[in-house]
Structures are given as C-alpha cells and as structure tokens.
C-alpha cells in the first residue's frame, strides 16, 4: 500500500500558497484493509475514508466512466491494482493531476508542473467532456488563479465551450457548491466573465430554454457591461479616494469596489439584482436551493433596487420617504448596521443619482433612533409611532438634501 498527496493540496505548495485542505490517494489497498487500520469510511458512491487523527480525507485509487449525462452518471471501479497514473488520468485538468510521495517526490505524467510554471490551466484528456461540471471547476480554479497570471489554454477554452448545452444535466445543489465556492473568494469576477464569454461563443441554440437559463446562473439577461457593473460600481465624484485603507482598487483612477461587498451573501446579491426580472430570481434561487442567508439578501436587494432606486426619478416625494422607510426597516439598520449599509449599497450601484458613499452616514443616524428612558415606559403603540416620526423626519431631510 502506498499512499500520496493529490490534486488542489500539490498545486497551491507548489505555488507558494496555503493549501486549504489534504487530500490523499491511496494505492494497492481494500476497504478492508483500510476499516482495519481505525479509518472511517465516508464515501457512498466510491471508497472515501477519514484518517483516525486528522480526519482528513483518504480514497482509494479508482477509475471512472461516464454513463451518460450529467455529474452523477459515473461508473467508478477501485480495486488494489488501480495504478496512481490511472486515478490521475481522471482529474481535470493537469495541475490539479499532480501526486507527491512521503519524500517528496513528484509523480506528474500529465506535466502538470510545466503547465504551473507556464501558468497554463489545460485539460488532462479528452474524457473533460464527459462531465459537465468541469465547466464550473475551470471557471473556479481560473477565478482563483487569474490574479497569479494564469490563463486558460484554447484546446481547454474549446471543450467548455463544447460542454455548454450539458449544463442543463447538472443538478442545481453541485452548481450552487461550485458557485458558493467562488462566492467565499477573493475574486468572483472572472468566473462570471468566464461562462459568460463562453455561454455565448458556444451559439448553442437552446440557450433560451429557461432550465438552461436558470441552470447557468446569472449570465443569460445582462449584456457584455453588465459583468463590470455586477461588481464595480463607478463614483461620481472623479478624484474621489476613499478613506480606508484596506479598501481594494479594481482599477485606476475611480472605479472601486462597491463597498456593500462585504460577504459572500452580498455578492450573490448583487448577481440577482441584475436579474431581468424577480420571477428569474426566484426560480434561480429555488433551482439551485440556494441558503435562505443568500436567497433573503438577493430578495430585499432586488426589490429595493428596483422598486425605489430605479424608479427614483419619477418617484414622488412622499413615496420617495415611504418607500424608503418600509426599505430600510427591513433591513433592521439597529440590529446590523454593517448588513443595512451592504443592502443600500448594493441596491443603488451604478444608478446615476445614488450616491453611495452617504449610506454609510446616513444609516448610522437611522440605526441611533432609539426611545429614551422615558419613553420606555411608554405602551409599545406609542413608542412605535415616536420612532417612526423620527425615522420619516431623518429621511425627509436626508431627501431634501438631494432636491437642494
């Protein structure tokens, strides 16, 4: 029995980066052998076990074939004479195709390590195509690697594109993981500017079917500048700097980050805020299974933006205060400020005549309307209707600012 590191573990040392977790192969060994050895075994589908100390994940070596569409139509055969190069010959893409023994030593029959060293993502076989899934880990590994100078190579760039119609197959829990994934990163845009360039070089002629639609995320009802506008919003003030120092520039001169970016939530939040319509939210939303923390954010985000800062022109003043009072107390300013903050943000990016940057004082003022000591002692009634006069007064002068 020999045992290896694999897969994402070899690439990030390789790399200089902290890999997240370990995973290991092991070769010539049973699930016998291994039950024997105080592992546990986690795997339904293929023969995954927990180390007795480390819990983390070893899987006996294996071979896999696709059975038909989707991630889960797979075959896996593991048995002790399944060869490293054979387990290997599964993985994606090389430098995720890379092994490293006990010593030290590289085990790399896919030139993994020279792919690394090019900073080249590329496919390990032809095989790539029988998983549709793969469409997404590419999108998430460029994600990750982009800003380190990687790029994807065409014959790779080829296959997603060949991919495309397959997505449909996936199940929507597997593309929210990858998604989620993504989400908890660094840099979530270039995955979306991935599948967006390559859903529409692959011309695929069902691209309207509403299952591929709601399968591929949110890339179907914007247009090319909309992936700019997800994640950057432009400041109207052209030498404006913010204040902090941490806070991270995208590109030159004035555009930023949007500073309601704050949280994995918030950024899905602003990905379904540019949904065509809230029906198309809403059935993203169900059709992946997304977590009520992320559904709940893209909902308030969505309405907010639509029914109040994209109306706001034509909106009259009292509906311009009533509807921003009913707005922000569901996002409960007193309780989280920093989530009431992220909510306004969000909702008025890149709409001309929304200056971001006075939410951040503005919802700090709101969230300090408290009762007092004496009013306390008031019946809840009451106290209700004292702070909400004082709410409706501070948005009526926050407002008249504006018309000034």
Known sequence: MKIYKVGGAVRDELLGLEPTDND?????????????????????????????????????ARKERSTGPGHTAFNFSYSPNVTLEEDL????????????????????????????DNKIIRHVSDAFVEDPLRV???????????????DISESTKELLIQLIPSIIHLPGERIWQETEKVLKSSNPVQYFELLYETYYKSNWRGRNNPLFTYAFVPLMDTWVNTIKIMFIHRFHAPNYRHPEENYPTIMSGDWRINPGLKTPQSWWAIVGSNMKTRKYLDDLNKRLKVPNSYKR????????????FKKYEKLDFDTKVNTLYEFIEKCKPSKDLNYAISICCLAAHNILGSDILKWNRFMKDYSEIIPSKDEKKLDGPEIEKILKDRKIKLIEQELKKELD
């Open 89 to 116: 010959s599964r993985r994606d893409i090389t430098i995720n195709a890379i092994a490293m023994d006990d010593s030290g030593n590289l085990i790399d029959p896919f030139n993994g390590k020279n792919d690394l």
């Open 136 to 150: 997404l880990r590419v999108a998430r590994f460029y994600s990750k690697l982009e800003p380190l100078g990687f």
């Open 297 to 308: 954010m893209s909902e308030v985000v969505y309405d907010f933006r639509e029914k109040y």
């Open 24 to 60: 290991w192969v092991v070769v010539g060994s049973t699930p016998k052998q291994m039950l024997s050895m105080g592992y546990k075994q986690v795997g339904k589908d293929f023969p995954v076990f927990l180390h007795p100390d480390t819990k983390e994940e070893y899987a006996l």
